[in-house]
């Protein structure tokens, strides 16, 4: 894995700018190309349901090129405009982007796609799909930004939150760019039983030994949970180290042409105030 | 950046010498770690019609199951002492039918596991388990080497077998240490359709672009099937390239609860005469 060529979400700019912070971020730190995908939502849509009354969409398709998309892909290209030719832009509507799954095609060819986490707001749903598309189905990682996020650093304190399951195996090896620049590593494991579900006899020491080999020092800290749910835990500990990112897997259950999120994923991608840098 | 921690999965130091072989090239090309893990199968109990076993009969099985594994314990210790680098024998005992989630387990914390192919093995079944439980269950890549494999270096010349899936995708990103290290590198597709949410417009034009960026040149073949099945038509395509290597996506199906190979990944980890690097 390395970091050169990077995938920015942006749908609208209020909710999508801490994303496009993000990779603009990544992309000055590791040289990389950066490229945000707008994806345009006419008042049409369903996924504009929320916001667009009747008379919006009629309004909307009579303005044609000047109607809502538009609008809003000139307020995105005027922010980028601002990061010194940063960023390449690319421009899709959002029913390609989701039904045709050219989301997919895009994000395959990148090294790390970064959107913003869906939060209760006239976009949830449109996040939600390309957060569930880019998570199982791109093959590559997902950087998680919450919304309002203003930090300016991605990977100086790094919790990796270990199961040590092929998902969070898959979200540390693909972080390894990440890992490697920064100060403070923590390999984080909730209520770990040795030798059992993946662990070996000190749960996470097996991690930091690979980890020493690729030059990153860590600490190994195995929470008790204390009755709080694994994320819950997770978050706190997060909060404790003041922690930039967190590494985890994305887990998720295919159920009837259909994923069913994990439990700790779901919780993290809602609530997190931390970055997530997940893999499936 | 290299591969750096390699471990290579043996059932026996003669048939697996071409996965040392290739995990000691890896050592060449800049890895520091390489655990020769050698696979111990536990003996399966036996049982009378009353479901008591016999003691005395199993005693034996045992006792000749253990005297096997020593043997190719010696010789493998024997084998790593004539390297020129230092190789840590690791075994793994494994209960049948644990085989493949026991080594998955092991596989997250190295950065590739090399097997020898199963097929035409002794302990084929055994084999075969290891290698669908760390393709699919380890979340890193596996390399397979041919057994009649004779090679000082692997990936001189790599041929990268795109269709633009998620597991394709995968691979390629997996690939990075050896793609960066390689003298050639050919994107190959296969009767490729041109569509935006797959391949591109221009098959394989998308991922070169990528590849690009990541600093490596690439050249693009898209190879007409002509009839042959594409594990015949990509075989070819690499003999053509003279490649050392093929990248491809490991492909299986969720069958009740366990994962089926693909038809393509069957049928190139059964006959491919080049070494293979899969990612599921």
């Known amino acids: 894995m390395s970091l050169k060529d990077i995938l920015a979400i942006a749908i609208r700019l209020e909710a999508d700018e801490p994303a496009l912070r993000a990779a603009a971020l990544l992309s000055a730190q590791f040289e990389a190309h950066a490229t945000a995908l707008v994806l345009g939502v006419h008042a049409s849509s369903d996924y504009a349901e929320s916001i667009a009354k009747l008379s919006d969409v009629l309004a909307d398709l009579a303005q044609g090129s000047r109607g809502m998309a538009a609008r809003e892909h000139a307020r995105i290209e005027e922010w980028l405009s601002r990061q010194h030719g940063r960023f390449e832009t690319r421009k899709l509507v959002i029913e390609d982007a989701l039904l045709r799954r050219e989301v997919l095609a895009h994000a395959r060819h990148a090294d790390l796609a970064v959107m913003t986490r869906p939060a209760p707001d006239a976009m949830q749903e449109a996040h939600e799909h390309v957060l569930h598309a880019l998570l199982f189905g791109s093959g590559r990682p997902l950087l998680l930004v919450p919304p309002g996020w203003n930090g300016n650093n991605l990977s100086d304190r790094i919790l990796i939150a270990w199961d040590a399951k092929r998902e969070a195996a898959r979200a540390v090896a693909d972080a390894l760019p990440l890992l490697r620049t920064a100060r403070d590593v923590v390999i984080a494991t909730i209520d770990a039983i040795p030798e059992d579900g993946g662990h070996g006899p000190t749960p996470g020491k097996d991690l930091a030994v690979h980890l020493e080999r690729h030059g990153v020092d860590v600490r190994v800290n195995n929470v008790d949970g204390m009755g709080r749910t694994a994320a819950a835990a997770l978050m706190d500990e997060a909060a404790a180290l003041d922690a930039n990112l967190i590494v985890m897997g994305g887990y998720g259950h295919a159920r009837a042409r259909e994923w069913l999120w994990g439990g700790v994923t779901r919780e993290l991608t809602e609530y997190a105030r931390t970055p997530l840098f997940m893999s499936h | ?280």
């Not at chain 2, 049948?96 to 914390?109: I, L, N």
Request: proline fraction near 5%.
């Open chain 2, 1 to 280: 950046m290299s591969f750096k921690d390699v471990a290579a999965f043996m059932f026996s130091a003669a048939e697996d010498e071409p996965a040392l072989a290739a995990g000691e090239a890896m050592l060449r090309a800049g890895a520091t770690n390489l655990a020769a893990v050698l696979v111990e199968l536990q003996p399966d109990p036996v049982y009378t019609m009353e479901g008591v076993m016999v003691s005395a009969m199993w005693a034996e099985v045992v006792a000749e199951a253990r005297k096997g594994f020593a043997q190719e314990k010696a010789a493998l210790e024997a084998r790593c002492k004539k390297s020129d680098s230092p190789i840590a024998v690791r075994e793994l005992p494994v209960a049948s039918g644990f085989a493949g989630a026991d080594a998955a387990v092991h596989a997250r914390h190295a950065d590739v596991s090399i097997m020898t192919r199963p097929a035409g093995l002794k302990a084929f079944e055994a084999r075969n388990a290891v290698f669908e439980g760390v393709l699919f269950g380890s979340g890193r890549p596996v390399l397979l080497v041919p057994p009649d494999w004779r090679g000082d270096r692997v990936g001189r010349r790599v041929v990268v077998a795109w269709n633009g899936k998620r597991e394709a995708a995968r691979a390629l990103a997996d690939a990075t240490p050896l793609l960066d290290q390689a003298d050639e590198i050919a994107i190959v597709t296969i009767d490729a359709k041109p569509s935006i949410e797959g391949v591109g417009p221009a098959p394989g034009a998308d991922i070169a672009a990528h590849l690009a960026r990541r600093g490596l040149k690439v050249q693009v073949r898209n190879l007409d099937g002509l009839g042959r099945d594409d594990a015949d038509t990509l075989i070819a395509g690499a003999r053509a390239f003279d490649a050392d290597l093929i990248v491809m996506g490991g492909y299986g199906r969720a069958r009740l609860s366990e994962v089926v190979f693909g038809g393509m990944t069957r049928s190139m980890a059964t006959k491919s005469p080049l070494p293979l690097l899969m990612s599921h």
